[in-house]
């Protein structure tokens, strides 16, 4: 009986100090493959004229290379604000980014995206109109769990001669 007690207690000891090397090791693999869901608080800023903004919803994913760098997709859509007697509606915004990581401890990393965006308004009455522009912003990182961290960040996504489109984003990240 003894035998088999210090067995289980020997086996159970060895399966949890794997299970805390895993863990501790989880970050460690690359490439490692993420998805995010989040609120995007956007801005739409005609030079010379009103801006319009709403709250819309962001999907992203991306492949983390290593610990300092990944590449990162994003398809926003959704909110609509009104100007004068024209209403204007964020279609879908879509970005592909380069991702700078900067760990600053195990579970904070502060990030600079760079890429190319496009995106599709519509303006009632007015018609559609579609335009497309390098992209820039900064962001951070918070791991609250092993696979999950909360983030936010602000990202220049068009910034055009006669009008500039922005968002500050605030979500939800897993990675696997």
Known sequence: MRFLVAASAAALLAAGS?????????????????????????????????????VGLRLRGGVQLNEFFAVEGHLGTGGSDRVGGTKVELDYVVGGFAKGIL????EFRLYGLLG??????????????RESDFSY??????????????????IRYL???????DAASVGLRYHF
């Open 18 to 54: 794997f299970a805390t090397t895993a863990q501790a090791n989880q970050h460690g693999f690359y490439p490692q493959g993420y998805v995010g869901g989040d609120a995007m608080f956007w801005d739409l800023d005609p030079k010379g004229s009103s801006s319009v903004n709403d």
């Open 137 to 154: 912003g900064a962001g951070a990182e918070f791991e609250v769990a092993p696979n999950l961290s909360v983030g936010a960040d602000y």
């Open 103 to 106: 760990p600053i401890s195990q």
């Open 159 to 165: 910034d055009k001669s006669d009008f500039n489109f």
């Open 116 to 129: 190319y965006s496009e995106a599709r308004f519509d303006f009632s009455p007015g018609g559609r109109d």
